[in-house]
């Protein structure tokens, strides 16, 4: 769809009344006003439809706005996607032109996660690559520019050395060699130059088509995604397949211009030249990386998505914390940590009245357990036992639930004031005082401490995965290594103020939005991630998680004491 400054509803202008759209449905391939918005967010044919706002429709590629979701001839829409003819096609278009075609798939199912496939997801990979590889070249090329610009400078200094050592006689000698050598010169520079330019023409190209493969991700539809997703792959493809020829085509060599002295035994004897310009080509400094590109070629062909868009939560039980009158406030609560233990039960620290609350996994009470120091963050250690951070006291406690006993103390550093915890095998992840995160062991010594990377002192939790600290900042999910360097940034419009996290201890993590309630499910290369549940208020203000492992079941707690055990599962499995 065309955008304009002031774009009418088309569901008001059918019955001729004038009303200014705000929002595209893809899907329906309408205008809404936000009266015919909020009716088509209830309709049940069109509750499931995803709205987007016509300032992010301008953002798309003017193409992509002019897709169209049905067929023209027929004015039909797209039932089918034909691979042997790579264009979708309504039942007419199925009846008339491809009878013969054996090569048909379901339109719904050929576009249906195009943005989570992993064609997609390579072809954003491809897109990363090349940019690298195109500004390596351009790099090299303009490094090597700047050395033939010294290596003519000495050049120049070795023909006057060698005319002067000959006298006026050799002064046609020195203009010859003096050709030759601008010649030469010229010929390889014009060379790299032109070599440049193409280059510099591929980058803005593959510049271009990653702001698009971003803004498609962000705003387009699904169908949109794959028509847009097929036009910008030829580009590219040819831009990937040219940059192939110049590293096959030997067209990456350093070239060293130098010149190769005659030295002058007799002035009567035979030589006609101060020397000879020797060109030689030194072995390329860059390589091409070889990488598998096949499945983000095969733009036509079925689309695997990988796993993480096939992950489905389902509720076990949903539970409110009991109330303790211990606060002298009855019916509060300040929940700000949770865990599973080794038998399944699940454990819940309620800071405000100072206790452990246990469940069992139905969501049934089993019992809790009053403390003598108020309990923050709290971590699964082994069997029935879990670390405490208690306020203010230095200190980190390894409890023993079943019996309700003290086992150990743990004492660290008094400069230290941890926020937040995580176990990593039998070592502890904690928020530091210095803006970052550090590596305890079970003695409290530091084996490892990030540089300050954090914005604030406020809680930001963290976990560790194959040497890897994932955690929540203010405005996303980010990756860091064990120094404290940043890998990569996760974030979402829907993610804006993010606040509890966990992971299934291998490639997934789970983190929600405090204030709108969103569960997200990120991977850990940071690309890959489904929402698991729309804005809810029943999961605003969450403030922990914990993923069983063993279980697979994901426990969410507010901090008003709302409790959620779900079930996970990859429904593709």
Same mark, same amino acid.
């Given at each position: 769809?065309?955008?304009?400054?002031?774009?009418?509803?088309?569901?008001? $202008?059918?019955?001729?009344?004038?009303?200014?759209?705000?929002? %595209? *449905? =893809?899907?329906? /391939? &309408?205008?809404? #006003?936000?009266? @015919?918005?909020?009716?088509?967010?209830?309709?049940?044919?069109?509750?499931?439809?995803?709205?987007?706002?016509?300032?992010?429709?301008?953002?798309?590629?003017?193409?992509?706005?002019?897709?169209?979701? $049905?067929?023209?001839?027929?004015?039909?829409?797209?039932?089918? %996607? *034909? =691979?042997?003819? /790579? &264009?979708?096609? #309504?039942?007419? @278009?199925?009846?008339?032109?491809?009878?013969?075609?054996?090569?048909?798939?379901?339109?719904?199912?050929?576009?249906?996660?195009?943005?989570?496939?992993?064609?997609?997801?390579?072809?954003?990979?491809?897109?990363?690559?090349?940019?690298?590889?195109?500004?390596?070249?351009?790099?090299?090329?303009?490094?090597?520019?700047?050395?033939?610009?010294?290596?003519?400078?000495?050049?120049?200094?070795?023909?006057?050395?060698?005319?002067?050592?000959?006298?006026?006689?050799?002064?046609?000698?020195?203009?010859?060699?003096?050709?030759?050598?601008?010649?030469?010169?010229?010929?390889?520079?014009?060379?790299?130059?032109?070599?440049?330019?193409?280059?510099?023409?591929?980058?803005?190209?593959?510049?271009?088509?990653?702001?698009?493969?971003?803004?498609?991700?962000?705003?387009?539809?699904?169908?949109?995604?794959?028509?847009?997703?097929?036009?910008?792959?030829?580009?590219?493809?040819?831009?990937?397949?040219?940059?192939?020829?110049?590293?096959?085509?030997?067209?990456l060599t350093h070239i060293e211009?130098?010149?190769?002295?005659?030295?002058?035994?007799?002035?009567?004897?035979?030589?006609?030249?101060?020397?000879?310009?020797?060109?030689?080509?030194?072995?390329?400094?860059?390589?091409?990386?070889?990488?598998?590109?096949?499945?983000?070629?095969?733009?036509?062909?079925?689309?695997?998505?990988?796993?993480?868009?096939?992950?489905?939560?389902?509720?076990?039980?949903?539970?409110?914390?009991?109330?303790?009158?211990?606060?002298?406030?009855?019916?509060?609560?300040?929940?700000?940590?949770?865990?599973?233990?080794?038998?399944?039960?699940?454990?819940?620290?309620?800071?405000?009245?100072?206790?452990?609350?246990?469940?069992?996994?139905?969501?049934?009470?089993?019992?809790?357990?009053?403390?003598?120091?108020?309990?923050?963050?709290?971590?699964?250690?082994?069997?029935?036992?879990?670390?405490?951070?208690?306020?203010?006291?230095?200190?980190?406690?390894?409890?023993?639930?079943?019996?309700?006993?003290?086992?150990?103390?743990?004492?660290?550093?008094?400069?230290?004031?941890?926020?937040?915890?995580?176990?990593?095998?039998?070592?502890?992840?904690?928020?530091?005082?210095?803006?970052?995160?550090?590596?305890?062991?079970?003695?409290?010594?530091?084996?490892?401490?990030?540089?300050?990377?954090?914005?604030?002192?406020?809680?930001?939790?963290a976990l560790c995965i194959k040497?890897?600290?994932?955690?929540?900042?203010?405005?996303?999910?980010?990756?860091?290594?064990?120094?404290?360097?940043?890998?990569?940034?996760?974030?979402?419009?829907?993610?804006?103020?993010?606040?509890?996290?966990?992971?299934?201890?291998?490639?997934?993590?789970?983190?929600?939005?405090?204030?709108?309630?969103?569960?997200?499910?990120?991977?850990?290369?940071?690309?890959?991630?489904?929402?698991?549940?729309?804005?809810?208020?029943?999961?605003?203000?969450?403030?922990?998680?914990?993923?069983?492992?063993?279980?697979?079941?994901?426990?969410?707690?507010?901090?008003?004491?709302?409790?959620?055990?779900?079930?996970?599962?990859?429904?593709?499995?």
């Open positions: 769809m065309a955008t304009c400054s002031k774009e009418l509803c088309d569901i008001c $202008y059918n019955q001729h009344i004038t009303a200014i759209a705000t929002v %595209f *449905c =893809s899907e329906c /391939d &309408e205008k809404l #006003c936000e009266r @015919c918005s909020a009716n088509h967010s209830v309709a049940r044919l069109s509750r499931k439809h995803e709205c987007i706002t016509l300032h992010n429709v301008s953002k798309l590629p003017q193409f992509v706005q002019d897709t169209k979701l $049905y067929c023209i001839a027929h004015e039909e829409s797209y039932e089918y %996607f *034909c =691979s042997k003819h /790579d &264009e979708p096609c #309504c039942t007419n @278009c199925l009846r008339d032109v491809h009878s013969e075609c054996h090569n048909m798939s379901s339109i719904q199912n050929t576009v249906k996660d195009v943005k989570f496939s992993s064609a997609f997801y390579d072809f954003e990979n491809m897109l990363s690559y090349l940019i690298n590889t195109i500004s390596n070249v351009i790099d090299d090329r303009r490094e090597n520019l700047q050395e033939l610009k010294k290596q003519k400078i000495k050049f120049r200094k070795d023909i006057r050395a060698a005319r002067a050592s000959v006298n006026v006689i050799l002064g046609k000698m020195e203009d010859q060699i003096t050709m030759n050598m601008n010649k030469e010169f010229s010929e390889k520079e014009s060379e790299i130059k032109n070599l440049l330019e193409k280059f510099e023409k591929y980058r803005c190209i593959i510049n271009k088509s990653q702001e698009c493969i971003h803004t498609l991700k962000m705003f387009a539809s699904d169908f949109q995604s794959f028509m847009a997703f097929r036009k910008i792959s030829e580009n590219v493809n040819c831009v990937e397949q040219a940059t192939r020829k110049v590293f096959e085509g030997n067209l211009i130098a010149m190769e002295s005659t030295v002058p035994y007799s002035i009567n004897s035979n030589f006609h030249s101060l020397g000879q310009v020797n060109v030689k080509h030194n072995s390329p400094r860059i390589s091409l990386e070889v990488r598998k590109i096949q499945e983000a070629q095969l733009v036509s062909k079925v689309l695997f998505p990988v796993k993480i868009p096939y992950i489905q939560i389902q509720v076990k039980f949903s539970v409110k914390l009991p109330c303790s009158g211990r606060s002298g406030q009855r019916g509060e609560v300040d929940c700000f940590g949770c865990c599973t233990l080794g038998n399944d039960d699940v454990i819940i620290s309620d800071s405000l009245n100072k206790r452990l609350v246990i469940l069992n996994n139905n969501g049934e009470l089993k019992k809790q357990l009053n403390l003598s120091f108020v309990p923050l963050g709290l971590a699964y250690l082994k069997g029935t036992q879990i670390i405490i951070v208690a306020h203010n006291k230095q200190k980190l406690i390894i409890f023993g639930v079943e019996n309700g006993l003290l086992l150990k103390t743990v004492t660290y550093n008094s400069n230290f004031h941890i926020k937040s915890i995580s176990m990593k095998d039998n070592e502890i992840i904690v928020q530091n005082d210095s803006y970052g995160f550090s590596l305890l062991d079970l003695d409290g010594t530091v084996k490892t401490k990030t540089k300050g990377i954090l914005s604030d002192t406020d809680s930001h939790e040497e890897q600290i994932y955690y929540v900042a203010n405005d996303g999910l980010c990756c860091c290594d064990m120094k404290g360097d940043e890998i990569w940034k996760f974030q979402h419009l829907k993610l804006r103020t993010p606040f509890a996290l966990t992971s299934n201890g291998s490639d997934i993590l789970f983190t929600t939005d405090f204030e709108s309630g969103c569960v997200f499910a990120v991977g850990t290369d940071g690309k890959l991630y489904k929402i698991l549940t729309k804005s809810s208020r029943h999961f605003k203000y969450v403030s922990s998680m914990y993923f069983n492992k063993d279980k697979k079941q994901l426990v969410i707690v507010t901090v008003n004491g709302n409790i959620f055990l779900f079930d996970v599962a990859n429904k593709n499995a």
